[in-house]
């Protein structure tokens, strides 16, 4: 952030490139980025680091500790991240870093700095109850005593420097243009260093290595039941699981820890959970979902976090050998339970969501069933943007080099866009038959029946699909026919596509919400994906339809007063539409039949996944549970609507989730969203409540009733 301070008001609306005081709140980012290159001579240089006063010059690289010198700095530093720890913030470090800056700069006497921080402290978070206004007083007077002046040396002392290149094995573009733009140099690139054909890499937040996390997952063996939890929930695909043969240990490092597989198809096979430890952000709901507890030690997990810099290297060879390892083919896993399912390649991986997003366990979900085939068009919101994040891209691509296609489009037309490509494809593959048809003498009888014919309802199916186009593709070569020129680039329309449109609440219930209707209304074989975080997350927190009665958000300051729209019950008024209200947190089996019924559906689909969000004022660690939570208290009913039911003489409505056994209050009240609203108006927040349980009671009794509605066959008899 740039931020200039003065007596009258400010009109430079450019950056700053010369600064009285820089601050790096994050450290692993000084080995990254020039950013002393705008301090003033004789300015200020504040770094948080976990490295105490006498030691911090050691772990500077070469062009920092050279600029501290020539430039003068005073030289400060203070462990934020410790501060944060002891009172009980976790890694919410603002309020300490921005005491800090008051009283180093001097743009106020201290003392009237320190009075007014705290004066503003208590109108931001005085509204979120006693006890985070208390820790937020006690990280102010903390900061003063951990803030440290730091006596530098005459000379520069340090043997590194800051990493200009990408790791090892980083293609050209990733090495010559990526690497700029990471560092905040791509106003130096010329035009003629990218592509000329407007083409962009995919796959490239692998080779970014953010080192965000002070701590990351480390697996014990002897302890995991390889349920494969954590790797489901890890929000950035971080965390990952193999099955592999033992001879592919030979070129292990001697660190890499792994155990007998325990999966009745994968005999003799060996297991191993490993991390990423520089891809990590250190959100640590992998250990918090972890359910095997080390007998010997009940505080350890089969997963832990352990602080990082004293493993980092171990854990690098680790990853790196891991990475190694081939994932096993698709068809190769048939099972579908969460273990099963975990040992999928992601292709959306390392992104740059919020550590501990639950928006993005979803996407990495739906791209390791469906990704080396997926067609996906995304609304505006967070999904957009770290879906398609410049300069790196987390979507990326099997060892086959398949994987997502993707695109963006606007709130308003998403579903219409996504629908588009759903037609695109469709007359394509209406193409192609044609051609296959005025080809078929050149083609032979067999290859002309097995394409027409193919029965791509299983991966095997789909995976026969592709030899068979690859046998045409090599046919087409040899035939000097205008349809062929034709048919050799639509022929990969032939293999199965599953096309998904995604966005948040905001697209979905509000400004996208007619095109939604309108391709629901289609009956078109598109898959609809609702990251419901109930409120406009991207934007900074402002209400949506889908914010719940009681919550507060930007435009529903004093509590939102109505209801959330049930948009599942709307979308199942269509009665061909197949709906799920799915809770990964709370339920990981019912999340995965959801995704997997719902692209097997021939027509449309919508799945609503319940989204924990920093928005809604908790530690995200926590994320799971309040999940659980939302789902006992009958607040989020899982559901599944299957039209294809109705035809097996079956009711095609099943509520999934039991009967409500906490009040409604046990849940919401743990989030800040909710409890604010107690202590700026308790007697709206107690008529909002009451509002909300008597909601929840109604629409609990509506969807019993419907579950226990007799199939059509029954009715009949
Ligand atoms: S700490 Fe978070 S980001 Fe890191 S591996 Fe665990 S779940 Fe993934
Ligand atoms: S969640 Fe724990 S027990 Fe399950 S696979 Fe991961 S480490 Fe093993
Ligand atoms: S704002 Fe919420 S939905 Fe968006 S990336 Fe952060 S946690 Fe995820």
């Known amino acids: 952030s740039?931020?200039?301070?003065?007596?009258?008001p400010i009109k430079s609306p450019y950056l700053i490139d010369k600064a009285n005081f820089v601050a790096c709140h994050q450290s692993s980012f000084l080995d990254r980025y020039e950013m002393l290159s705008v301090a003033e001579p004789n300015g200020i240089f504040l770094l948080n680091s976990i490295h105490s006063k006498d030691e911090v010059w050691n772990y500077l690289p070469i062009s920092v500790q050279k600029q501290i010198i020539e430039k003068n700095l005073r030289f400060y530093v203070i462990d934020a991240y410790k501060i944060a720890n002891e009172i009980g913030l976790g890694g919410r470090i603002n309020t300490i870093m921005q005491t800090c800056f008051f009283a180093l700069s001097n743009v106020l006497p201290k003392d009237e700095a320190i009075k007014e921080i705290k004066k503003f402290t208590e109108k931001t978070y005085g509204r979120k109850g006693e006890k985070i206004l208390k820790m937020n007083f006690e990280a102010i007077d903390k900061t003063l005593d951990n803030l440290h002046q730091v006596?530098?040396?005459?000379?520069?002392?340090s043997n590194f420097d800051l990493k200009t290149s990408m790791p090892e094995g980083a293609p050209p573009f990733v090495?010559?243009?990526?690497?700029?733009?990471?560092?905040?140099?791509?106003?130096?690139?010329?035009v003629s260093a990218f592509p000329s054909d407007g083409t962009y890499p995919t796959g490239t937040t692998k080779w970014e290595k953010r080192n965000i996390s002070l701590e990351v997952p480390v697996w014990s063996p002897e302890t995991c039941i390889q349920c494969g939890k954590c790797v489901f929930i890890c929000p950035h695909a971080v965390i990952r699981a193999k099955v592999y043969t033992r001879d592919v240990l030979k070129n292990a490092p001697s660190s890499f820890r792994y155990t007998e597989a325990k999966f009745s198809q994968f005999k003799d096979y060996l297991y191993t959970v490993q991390a990423s430890p520089e891809d990590c952000t250190g959100c640590k709901l992998c250990h918090e979902v972890c359910p095997a507890k080390n007998k010997q030690d009940p505080k350890l997990k089969a997963v832990n976090m352990v602080f990082k810099d004293t493993i980092l290297d171990r854990e690098k060879d680790n990853w790196k050998f891991f990475d190694s390892i081939p994932y096993l083919d698709k068809d190769q896993i048939n099972g579908t339970t969460v273990k099963d399912i975990q040992l999928l390649q992601p292709l959306f991986e390392f992104s740059g969501a919020c550590a501990g997003c639950g928006e993005t366990p979803y996407v990495k979900l739906l791209t390791q069933l469906f990704g080396d085939r997926a067609v996906m068009g995304n609304a505006t919101g967070c999904s957009s943007i770290y879906g398609g994040n410049l300069p790196t891209t987390p979507y990326t691509t099997n060892k086959e080099g398949r994987g997502p296609t993707w695109s963006n489009s606007l709130f308003e037309d998403t579903a219409e866009f996504g629908l588009g490509m759903r037609i695109a494809l469709d007359k394509q593959y209406e193409y192609a038959l044609d051609l296959i048809d005025r080809l078929a003498e050149d083609l032979g009888k067999e290859l002309v029946f097995e394409l027409k014919n193919a029965d791509q309802k299983t991966e095997t199916g789909i995976n026969k699909q592709r030899e068979m186009v690859k046998l045409l593709k090599a046919k087409l070569k040899g035939i000097q026919k205008p349809e062929a020129k034709d048919l050799l680039s639509l022929s990969d329309s032939l293999v199965k596509k599953s096309v998904w449109i995604i966005g948040g609440d905001g697209w979905a219930y509000d400004i996208g919400y007619g095109g939604l209707d309108h391709v629901l209304a289609q009956g078109k074989n598109v898959n609809i994906l609702v990251l419901d975080t109930e409120v406009y997350s991207n934007t900074g927190g402002q209400k949506s339809k889908a914010t719940p009665?009681?919550?507060?958000?930007?435009?529903?300051?004093?509590?939102?007063?109505?209801?959330?729209?049930d948009l599942a019950m709307m979308a199942m008024n269509y009665g061909n539409v197949y709906v799920a209200?799915?809770?990964?947190g709370a339920n990981n089996a019912h999340t995965i039949k959801a995704f997997l019924e719902a692209e097997s559906f021939e027509g449309t689909s919508i799945i609503i996944a319940y989204s924990h969000c920093t928005q809604h004022g908790y530690d995200m660690v926590r994320g799971p549970d309040q999940q659980k939570a939302a789902v006992m208290s009958g607040y989020w009913p899982l559901v599944r609507y299957d039209p294809r039911l109705y035809d097996q003489g079956k009711n095609p409505f099943q509520l999934d989730s039991s009967k409500p056994s906490i009040p409604l209050q046990d849940y919401i009240y743990n989030e800040t969203r909710f409890k604010v609203l107690t202590r700026s108006n308790p007697e709206v927040a107690k008529k909002l409540l009451e509002y909300a349980q008597k909601e929840v009671n109604k629409r609990w009794e509506l969807y019993k009733y419907w579950s226990e509605m007799p199939g059509p066959k029954q009715e009949e008899k």
Do not use: C, Q, Y
Request: charged share 25%; no cysteine.
């Open 581 to 584: 209200r799915v809770a990964l």
């Open 175 to 190: 090495k010559n243009a990526i690497a700029k733009m990471i560092i905040g140099k791509g106003d130096e690139l010329p």
């Open 151 to 157: 006596i530098v040396p005459k000379g520069v002392t």
């Open 549 to 565: 009665i009681g919550a507060i958000a930007k435009f529903a300051m004093g509590g939102k007063a109505s209801p959330k729209k």
């Open 2 to 8: 740039h931020l200039r301070f003065g007596p009258d």
